[in-house]
């Protein structure tokens, strides 16, 4: 095998006799496709609690609803606890809905985290990964696994602390990348000094510039909405379409590939994007019509973002602004911003504040992306003391 994930080079030791709780959920397989509980067991574990984060233990719920409790993991019996709870969610009180519930955390040895990350700051699971560390005194067993968007390049703004939230929660690049053991030790370091009890089982024979499809470790879709390892390479900069009233294709089989809305004309915003020559990525007019979400029942007319190069695009969170750009200016009477969401996933509201006083004037873009730039660099400093592999 040319790469082993942090599942498949775990040894026994490290596990044995120990009461374990597991956060975990579909993508928590080895490389013969046994699930993570199956292998804890069998390397002498002891399955003693597990906890799903965000759409569920089997990933079955869709983005933002409540997950509730289960009976037992079949795999190991295992009492199946949610990170992602209604009641606490309905009572405002987000960190407790997050946090493990009272009481589950009795008689644990240690917890395992093994939940495959898609690369990108706006993404919950590495919050969930946060949570835990800021807030859980048990030791804390973090399963590596490879960054699918691979390990060079950084890209996009910081995050502003006043824009922290569950979907965004420290202060790191739009796209960082690192592997969710790197990150969790850059975390437990920068942002809490130090608190959590960490032990990272690190990938066998990854390196930095390998996407995942150069693994040959099976891809499990992460969440109901990121089907493809080509979803989650365009992820970082489309979902950047979730902060206006445009449609990202949730509710179709291509989410975050199509985009658009009723009043678009494809064939007009194909034009204009393909006239952009934006890096790695060629635009197909098309027409589509979610069976839930935004737009449920309507066709929209929008596009399909096709990857025309092998890696996948270099500059995509870029890209997701050029997007924006273009609708703004095309569609301007009917083109709306969600201020709150669209600041939470960028990080600030610069990019918008910029884009509004511009008109979606695209020269408006370049003085913001040489920001970018002195960031990027700045993190590609910072994040060295916490690389693992070449």
Request: charged share 20%.
């Amino acid at each position: 095998m040319g790469v082993k994930s942090g599942l498949d080079a775990l040894q026994g030791a490290l596990i044995k006799g120990k009461r374990l709780g597991l956060v975990t959920n579909q993508t928590g397989i080895d490389s013969r496709y046994r699930r993570t509980a199956e292998v804890l067991l069998e390397k002498g574990g002891q399955v003693s609690a597990i906890f799903g984060p965000e759409h569920g233990y089997y990933g079955v719920e869709q983005d933002a609803l409540p997950v509730a409790d289960m009976a037992q993991d079949r795999w190991s019996g295992a009492q199946v606890y949610s990170l992602y709870r209604a009641e606490d969610l309905a009572q405002g009180k987000e960190h407790q809905a997050f946090s493990p519930p009272p009481g589950s955390l009795n008689n644990l040895d240690a917890l395992v985290f093994d939940i495959q990350d898609v690369g990108a700051r706006y993404y919950t699971y590495p919050t969930t990964l946060g949570i835990l560390l800021e807030t859980v005194d048990l030791p804390i067993i973090v399963i590596d696994r490879p960054n699918p968007l691979g390990g060079v390049t950084v890209e996009g703004p910081g995050l502003l602390p006043e824009f922290s939230s569950f979907v965004g929660r420290y202060n790191v690049p739009v796209r960082h990348g690192l592997t969710i053991g790197e990150l969790a030790q850059l975390i437990n370091n920068l942002y809490l000094k130090g608190k959590a009890q960490i032990e990272v089982v690190r990938l066998e024979g990854w390196q930095r510039e390998m996407h995942f499809a150069d693994t040959a470790l099976p891809w499990v879709l992460p969440s109901p909405n990121l089907p493809t390892l080509e979803t989650a390479r365009l992820y970082p900069g489309t979902c950047l379409l979730e902060g206006t009233n445009l449609s990202v294709g949730r509710g179709t089989t291509r989410p975050f590939e199509f985009f658009g809305a009723p009043w678009i004309d494809p064939v007009r915003l194909a034009q204009e994007l393909n006239q952009r020559q934006l890096p790695g990525l060629y635009f197909r007019e098309t027409y589509f019509k979610p069976a839930f979400d935004r737009f449920v029942g309507e066709v929209c007319g929008g596009v399909q973002a096709h990857i025309t190069t092998k890696p996948g695009p270099d500059q995509i969170v870029r890209s997701g602004l050029e997007i924006i750009a273009a609708v703004l200016r095309l569609y301007h009477d009917y083109f709306e911003w969600l201020p709150a969401h669209f600041d939470r996933l960028i990080g600030s509201a610069i990019p918008r504040h910029t884009l509004v006083k511009a008109e979606g004037a695209y020269e408006a873009l370049g003085p913001l992306f040489e920001e970018w730039r002195a960031q990027e660099k700045q993190f590609q400093t910072l994040r060295q003391d916490f690389l693992f592999y070449n």
